[in-house]
């Protein structure tokens, strides 16, 4: 069990762009700095580095971190340009999946638009991960890694954020 949940807030001292999580850990100063792909990605691009964590809040339970969470980041945080948040806060929560996650079947509106280039010349642009899934018939974990790793994967293709 660990000793402190924190919500937190990560800032790219480059771009200011901002990202709002909860940790569980038993050393405060962890180096923890957030585990969304892409804040992981702009981590790869920027370098750790060119990230700061200050500590927003402190609880002794995770359940009353994700509810924190769940108040800052609401769908109109997710929806500002300056964020690297991607779902609403506090569904790490809900432990909803499938069709019983409110999302199931639907482009959330802060999408992050991709870019698929094919070893073979192919150019592929889709508005979000389930549209890029469905044009090139890789899965959404397989798509999320070759972003993180800047890599064309076997099938011949590399992905990256527009």
Not at 8 to 36: P, Q
Not at 115 to 144: M, Q
């Amino acid at each position: 069990m660990k000793k402190y949940h924190i919500v937190y807030k990560t800032t790219n001292i480059v771009n200011n762009k901002i990202y709002i999580g909860v940790h569980s850990t038993n050393k405060l100063e962890d180096g923890y700095i957030g585990s969304g792909w892409i804040l992981k990605s702009a981590i790869k691009k920027y370098g750790k580095d060119k990230f700061h964590r200050d500590i927003l809040y402190l609880f002794h339970t995770r359940q009353a971190a994700l509810e924190m969470e769940k108040q800052i980041v609401d769908q109109q945080f997710v929806d500002r340009p300056d964020t690297y948040n991607v779902a609403l806060g506090g569904l790490a929560s809900a432990g909803a999946v499938g069709e019983a996650n409110h999302m199931y079947g639907k482009i959330a509106h802060n999408a992050k638009a991709l870019i698929a280039t094919h070893k073979d010349g192919r150019v592929v642009e889709a508005s979000s991960l389930r549209e890029l899934e469905g044009l090139i018939g890789i899965d959404r974990a397989n798509i999320r890694n070759l972003v993180k790793k800047g890599i064309r994967g076997k099938r011949g293709w590399k992905v990256k954020l527009l």
